[in-house]
């Protein structure tokens, strides 16, 4: 039982205040690391690129 709803808390996004609960420090950290990563790789239009995904999929995600 307890597996089939955490499952569904994952493929489906929580609605509500749930979502804002998590959200803002889970952008910060996505954006961060994302951020490091690309710095390692340090190629300007790939990362230009990559960067612009990665912010579709964090507006996505709200």
Do not use: W
């Not at 952008?27 to 960067?51: D, G, R």
């Amino acid at each position: 039982m307890m597996r089939i709803r955490s499952s569904n808390v994952f493929t489906r996004p929580p609605q509500g205040s749930g979502n804002s609960l998590h959200s803002p420090t889970g952008k910060v950290h996505l954006k961060m690391s994302f951020y490091n990563y690309m710095l390692k790789i340090q190629c300007p239009p790939e990362t230009e690129k990559a960067m612009g995904m990665t912010n579709q999929m964090i507006n996505l995600a709200d």
